[in-house]
């Protein structure tokens, strides 16, 4: 059973720094593109970042990039999302998630979610 369990959310004013962290056992895929959601209220969940295979490729979306940093550890399973210089506007429910597949970018829906956690950043 695929099991992915987030931590490192919390409370944060603006301008300060979270890092989750998404740690996932019992994969079966060969290879997997992990990645970071997120839904804040009355919005739908958006992609945030994502991470290929061998970790050579990375993506993110726009309203992040210069302050959001993924990576992962492969000998953990384990994925991060390093949060800095964070927005009231990055207040959401963070969720982790995984496909199948080596590369970033691809069009197969991810098949294994995290429960989620939230991310509160005060003005």
């Known amino acids: 059973q695929v099991q992915l369990v987030e931590s490192g959310g919390g409370l944060v004013q603006a301008g300060g720094s979270l890092r989750l962290s998404c740690a996932a056992s019992?994969?079966?895929?060969?290879?997997?593109?992990m990645g970071w959601f997120r839904q804040a209220p009355g919005k739908e969940r958006e992609l945030v970042s994502e991470?290929?295979?061998?970790?050579?490729?990375?993506s993110y979306t726009d309203s992040v990039k210069g302050r959001f940093t993924i990576s992962r550890d492969s000998a953990k399973n384990t994925v991060y999302l390093q949060m800095n210089s964070l927005k009231p506007e990055d207040t959401a429910v963070y969720f982790c998630?995984?496909?199948?597949?080596?590369?970033?970018?691809?069009?197969?829906?991810?098949?294994?979610w995290g429960q989620g956690i939230q991310v509160t950043v005060s003005s």
């Open positions: 998630a995984v496909r199948g597949g080596p590369f970033i970018g691809g069009t197969d829906p991810y098949n294994y």
């Open positions: 019992g994969v079966t895929f060969s290879r997997y593109v």
């Open positions: 991470i290929s295979w061998r970790a050579s490729s990375t």
